[in-house]
């Protein structure tokens, strides 16, 4: 069997394992009430190759979860500060089905997150203060993209380009609050909210949303200028000191840098995407479903909410890699 034939089979297995989880009409076996098991999956779906489920589970989310056409998740306590991530991912699945007025339905929700002055993303942190958050905001970026609204895209790659730019340690660390004043808020109580170069568990898909986001943006509107920031941020989450596609939670990141790659060749990115896959084949269970029971942080044994949405990341870059191009 070809290097490519062993991808392409990983990504089928792992395709397959998503697949399991969802009844014929695309509704969750495990929780068909939380957002969580179906805001990915229109997008993978459709990338893979099923694009009937990925319609059912379209279908899904916007008959339970946006009553009257409204995106809203306020009475789920733990998806509701996310609306932005989900919202944007799930937008970029509805468009890639042809859906743009679902698209459009959904980021009108997202919006109501954004702050006006920064054109970040957040939600409300310790005391009721607003937190802008990088992976948000990138989420929100691809899903303005997909939906057409450029005047939004460019306000969420605004964001972008000024966190990376006020990062106090950049030699050391990248802290993903800001707050409303366009400052950095250090936190590194929770790796969701910083990416340390040294740390054996840093989370470096946090920056794959907001690089795959600024790429799209810059092959939709034409600007090079936004391919320059894609590439600082790969620039950085490469510094880190190890190999970084053999982090646990690289996951998606090998599916972003070959979206850089193929306006920017640099054989560091494919490399990068190269090895993130061998990774993930390493860690394949006999199920399809990827092994991340080397998390400390996470309770074990690892819920099955976490191996889905993990495991959509991780089939992005297994098909990316499989097919050479994102």
């Known amino acids: 069997m070809s290097r490519e034939q062993t991808i392409r089979q990983a990504a089928d297995r792992l395709l397959g394992y998503l697949e399991s989880e969802f009844e014929h009409n695309g509704s969750s076996r495990s929780a068909p009430g939380d957002v969580q098991f179906y805001y990915k999956m229109p997008a993978v779906f459709a990338l893979g190759g099923r694009r009937a489920l990925a319609h059912r589970t379209l279908a899904q989310l916007t008959s339970r979860f946006m009553p009257n056409g409204v ?3 306020s009475a789920d306590p733990v998806a509701h500060p996310w609306t932005p991530y989900l919202g944007g991912w799930a937008a970029w699945g509805a468009a890639a089905l042809g859906r743009f007025d679902i698209a459009r339905q959904i980021m009108r929700s997202v919006i109501a997150f954004r702050d006006p002055g920064t054109g970040g993303y957040g939600f409300s942190g310790p005391q009721g203060k607003t937190l802008l958050d990088l ?3 990138g989420a929100a970026l691809m899903g303005a993209v997909w939906s057409g609204d450029l005047v939004e895209a460019h306000s969420a ?3 972008l380009r000024r966190a990376l ?3 106090p340690e950049l030699d050391k660390a990248f802290y ?3 707050d409303t004043h366009g400052h950095v808020v250090p936190d590194a109580s929770d790796r969701n909210a910083y990416f340390d170069l040294t740390d054996p568990f840093a989370r470096p898909a946090m920056f794959a ?3 795959a986001g600024l790429v799209w943006f810059a092959r939709a509107s034409g600007d090079p200028a936004i ?5 600082n941020y790969l620039r950085f989450v490469m510094a880190y000191h190890g190999d970084v596609a053999a982090l646990p939670l690289s996951t998606k990141l090998g599916w972003s840098a070959l979206m850089l790659h193929a306006h920017r060749p640099d054989p560091r990115l ?3 995407a190269q090895r993130s896959a061998d990774d993930l084949i390493e860690r394949q269970k006999p199920d399809g479903s990827i092994d991340f029971d080397a998390l400390p942080d996470v309770p074990k044994p690892i819920e099955k909410v976490w191996l889905v949405g993990w495991g959509c990341d991780c089939a992005l870059t297994l098909m990316a890699v499989a097919d050479d191009a994102a």
């Open 227 to 231: 391919l320059d920031l894609a590439e």
């Open 157 to 159: 790659a605004h964001f």
């Open 165 to 167: 730019a006020h990062q």
């Open 135 to 137: 992976e948000r905001s």
């Open 176 to 178: 993903a609050y800001l």
């Open 71 to 73: 995106f809203d998740l």
């Open 209 to 211: 949303t907001g690089i």
């Open 270 to 272: 494919s490399d990068l």
